[in-house]
């Protein structure tokens, strides 16, 4: 399986979108979009904490230690309220574009 | 929480979060490697990536750059002692013009709201009409005129400086006094320090009975005591009740000035109107702007000319004075002679210590370059192991800018120094120069911006260069340049050309500067300065009768005379040189025009060595009642007896105040004497016998010559004057030191022009030394095979020398260029030659070629002494 690249902003959208349903550490954040995806989307350290610094930086998630479930010390993420409001306009703007990307496909 | 906010936290708890995210991404990599995946990537980097999105790695970079500059520069001790040194001085001297610029020119005065003040002058000054004082802008009555009606003003007042008598007798002392209007204080917001300001209720019927003191005066001349119901002063004779203190930083509104007692006017019943004596000054009233109060002033005009109408001078002068419009100009820097005498100096110093700087720049720059070179394997090996271009740049900058900054903070600790000593050299004995200089914001931008600016003229180009370098051809090529590049060298040869073009431009400066000072210094007065003591004696409290006072002048004069070692001695109503003038209209024939005068005892021309060219001396039988004579001198005769015999023909005077129209007979000629400065052309002089003066007032001037040292001729004089008239006040000085005490401006410019002339002559000198030194060490290689092949050490020497003519000849011809371009913003600052002056730039090239074949002959001499051998071998 090629490696996919993702522009950083979809990234972002989807480290919120998992973060929904809960608090997750890193390494956890990763494993799930992973498998989510079918295994197609492979998100690299590299790509991962700068990401989640940027989000740290604009308020959308706060951070907290806690033990993994190996009982390492981890840092989980938690969604704020002002990252559910992002996420939903994220959201909507990423449904808005992707019918319109899907209408020109469909019809061209 | 804004994001600012959490950026800032993360800034102050940069380290715990460093530890938290490394730690949490060690976590990552273990969980990953346990999961079957493959460690990736290096750590640190990946960390700094992430680290990244908070926004601080500058800072980071920032202050490894620091410490690895401050670590480069404790390495190389002597370079950085050089560019500390030069930036030092070079950033010590300019701030040091800008703090006196400063504070002469462009700092408020220390009252509130400064820029509302306006002062009221009439449209091109009150040309020839009446007496005028010092910073004497209008008179009393159209003061008094302003006072009643100034629309434009929200409060107006008036001062004038003066000096007062404190004290009695022989321990009396002369202080600077200012004699202020009632609304003074209130109107330019001046609280006292201690006791109350002079107000309203000081000013009434003369003599004035209340005064206040400075707070400098207050220190040293009162102790610093308390003021209290009996603080008095004997001022003048009287004495006066001291109501107040003012505050610290108040000198007066004179820039240059310090005020040591103020005074109140007082009302006279009959203000002369014809004495410009005061200075009028208001606080615009909101919503008034300099444009609309001068307008209405100039409306107002003709109505307070016309009430204030001059009496008693010939009908032009009145017609003149019912044409004055006033117009109001701002005030807010107050006023200033200092500023007057010196601001083109001031600008002048500032640009060539400006030219001195950007020498040194140079020099720093060329250093900066020949270091880049020796540097060149450090910045190769650095680019080959990764490091960014830009980062490679920025750390070179950085290193400049550290050098810079701490130049400039020296600098600033110099600056302080230099302009409390310029200012120290300023001041003469009659005409102490008072600043405050302090170092405020504008002093503290101008030595940060002018460090910025050093560093970008010696810092960046190198850098460019420097960081610019190919890995590949720097590592293989390791400073064993076979030639070295011709481009390479293009930017230190332009910057030689460079110093070498300015430091001409300087030293042309300095030898106008020193010319002309020497010029007026040998300048011919045509009397005699040496040996002569001038004494100012008041007499007033002799209670002398008007009618007699010419005669007790004339028995005083004996006195003096009779001393034993005294050669001749003479009274005269004008000290020459000194400054004073006293004009008045005549007319002679058809040829009307106006001329100086002067009243001296006949005695005068003998003790000031003026030989008589025709006719005859005064005598005594030149008195007040017999026939009205006078003596002229050439420029008289020439300006109104075009070639016709003066003997025995009349002038009439213009009448003045207390000086009738009178009709005089010329009975001799003198050659021209120089009259109120030594750098005026001689204006038409007539001298009348003092016996004739109609004006007597109970003082005079006396000049005495004598052989003896002045302190003994002084002594004698004071003994003799005392034992007759022990009331008597007399001051003395030597003529001739006074003379000098008038040219101190043009001897602090030839000094310090010529001082940073020859300081950038040298430093082009080290320029071109250390360029034709860098050019021979890159040429060893040739030069030794050169002289392998055979050619003689004569040949090595013209081929440097060609190189360094190249670049001198260059430099003089940019240099003459500029030389005579800058030469027109000095010229007023010359005397007796011009900007042009062709001996002074020919001896300026001469000079500056003299320098610089000496500074390239010893790299050339070193080089044609050579061991091809050893050229060759080595590295």
Request: aromatic residues 8%; charged residues 20%; positive net charge.
């Amino acid at each position: 399986m090629p490696k996919l690249q993702m522009p950083s902003g979809a990234l972002m959208l989807l480290v919120l979108r998992v973060l929904r349903s809960g608090p997750l550490h890193g390494y956890a954040i990763a494993q799930r979009i992973h498998v989510l995806s079918s295994e197609i989307l492979r998100v690299e350290e590299g790509a991962l904490y700068p990401a989640l610094q940027k989000i740290l930086l604009k308020g959308w998630v706060t951070s907290e230690w806690g033990l993994s479930e190996t009982n390492r010390r981890v840092r989980f993420y938690r969604l704020t309220s002002a990252g559910r409001k992002q996420l939903e306009a994220e959201l909507s703007s990423y449904e808005r574009i992707h019918k319109a990307i899907q209408a020109v496909l469909r019809t061209a | 929480m804004s994001e600012l906010f959490r950026r800032l936290r993360y800034l102050l708890n940069r380290r715990r979060f460093d530890r938290e995210l490394a730690s949490e991404m060690e976590a990552h990599r273990e969980m990953a490697a346990r999961d079957g995946g493959k460690p990736f990537g290096n750590a640190l980097r990946l960390r700094e990536e992430a680290r990244d999105a908070w926004g601080w790695t500058w800072i980071d970079c920032l202050f490894q750059d620091l410490r690895y500059a401050c670590r480069v520069l404790r390495k190389s001790p002597g370079f950085t002692f050089v560019v500390i040194l030069s930036l030092t001085l070079g950033i010590g001297a300019n701030t040091a013009i800008f703090q006196i610029l400063n504070a002469v020119r462009l700092r408020n005065l220390p009252v509130s709201s400064p820029r509302q003040l306006a002062e009221v002058k009439i449209v091109g000054g009150n040309g020839a009409v009446g007496l005028h004082d010092e910073y004497g802008e209008l008179t009393r009555p159209i003061w008094e005129e302003i006072r009643r009606d100034h629309p434009a003003f929200s409060a107006v007042f008036a001062w004038s400086a003066q000096l007062v008598l404190v004290g009695e007798g022989s321990a009396s002392q002369l202080a600077k006094g200012i004699l202020v209007s009632d609304d003074f204080f209130h109107a330019l917001g001046v609280n006292a320090w201690r006791g109350r300001v002079l107000n309203s209720g000081d000013e009434h019927a003369c003599p004035e009975s209340a005064a206040m003191v400075s707070y400098p005066y207050w220190q040293s001349k009162m102790g610093g005591r308390e003021i209290g119901a009996r603080t008095k002063l004997l001022i003048n004779g009287k004495l006066k009740q001291i109501v107040g203190v003012t505050p610290r930083s108040f000198f007066g509104l004179a820039v240059g000035e310090r005020f040591g007692i103020a005074l109140p006017f007082c009302r006279s019943t009959e203000l002369r109107r014809d004495v410009f004596d005061v200075s009028v000054m208001g606080r615009l009233r909101p919503g008034w702007s300099l444009p609309a109060a001068s307008a209405q002033l100039s409306a107002q005009s003709p109505g307070i000319m016309a009430a204030t109408k001059i009496k008693g001078y010939s009908a032009r002068s009145i017609e003149s004075y019912g044409k004055f419009r006033l117009s109001a100009y701002s005030a807010s820097t107050g006023v200033s002679d200092l500023r007057r005498a010196y601001d083109s100096s001031l600008w002048l110093l500032f640009a060539i210590t400006g030219l001195v700087l950007l020498i040194a720049c140079a020099n720093l720059a060329n250093l900066m370059l020949a270091r880049a070179g020796v540097r060149e394997r450090e910045f190769a090996v650095r680019l080959a192991l990764g490091a960014a271009r830009n980062r490679l740049l920025r750390q070179l900058l950085v290193e400049s800018c550290l050098l810079a900054a701490i130049g400039a903070a020296l600098g600033l600790g110099l600056a302080e120094l230099l302009s409390r000593v310029l200012v120290v050299s300023l001041s003469t004995e009659d005409n102490p120069v008072a600043l405050p200089m302090g170092t405020d914001w504008r002093v503290l931008l101008f030595a940060a911006s002018i460090a910025a600016l050093t560093c970008i003229v010696f810092g960046v180009a190198p850098a460019i260069r420097a960081s610019g370098a190919d890995p590949v051809t720097s590592m293989k090529s390791g400073g064993r340049g076979m030639t070295a590049s011709r481009e390479r060298f293009s930017l230190q040869r332009a910057m030689v050309v460079i110093q070498i073009s300015v430091s001409l431009v300087l030293l042309v400066g300095a030898l106008l500067f020193v010319r002309s000072f020497h010029n007026l210094m040998t300048e011919n007065l045509g009397m005699r300065a040496q040996s002569i003591v001038l004494g100012r004696i008041a007499f007033q409290k002799s209670n002398v009768p008007p009618g007699h006072i010419a005669q007790f002048k004339r028995e005083l004069l004996d006195d003096v005379r009779a001393i034993p070692g005294v050669r001749n001695a003479a009274i005269t109503t004008n000290v020459p040189l000194l400054g004073g003038t006293e004009s008045d209209g005549v007319t002679v024939g058809r040829v009307e025009g106006s001329s100086m005068f002067t009243w001296v005892s006949p005695s005068y021309f003998q003790t000031m060595g003026i030989p008589l060219l025709a006719g005859r001396n005064f005598n005594e039988n030149d008195t007040g009642t017999s026939r009205r004579v006078v003596v002229v001198n050439q420029t008289f005769a020439h300006r109104f007896l075009n070639g016709v015999n003066p003997i025995g023909r009349t002038l009439r005077t213009s009448p003045m105040p207390n000086y009738p129209s009178t009709v005089c007979e010329i009975v001799g000629v003198i050659p021209d004497t120089k009259y109120n400065s030594v750098r005026g052309a001689t204006p038409p002089m007539a001298f009348g016998p003092d016996s004739q003066f109609p004006s007597q007032h109970p003082w005079t001037a006396m000049l005495i010559h004598s052989d003896l040292p002045p302190t003994i001729v002084i002594d004698s004089v004071k003994d003799r004057i005392g034992q007759k008239h022990p009331e008597i006040l007399s001051r003395y000085q030597i003529f001739e030191a006074k003379i000098q005490d008038g040219l101190v401006r043009e001897r602090l410019m030839a000094m310090l022009s010529g001082f940073f002339g020859l300081l950038a002559a040298l430093l082009a000198a080290v320029g071109l030394y250390g360029v034709i030194g860098y050019i021979i060490t890159r040429r060893r290689n040739e030069i030794g095979i050169r002289l392998a092949l055979g050619a003689n050490s004569g040949q090595v020497i013209g081929m440097v020398m060609r190189e360094a003519g190249a670049l001198l000849i260059a430099g003089l011809l940019i240099g003459l260029a500029l030389s005579l371009a800058a030469g027109r913003g000095a010229s007023s600052l010359l005397f007796g030659l011009k900007s042009y002056d062709p001996f002074t730039l020919a001896l300026a090239i001469g000079l500056l070629v003299a320098i610089g074949a000496l500074s390239s002959l010893l790299p050339a001499f070193r080089a044609s002494k050579l061991d091809p051998m050893a050229a060759l071998r080595c590295d």
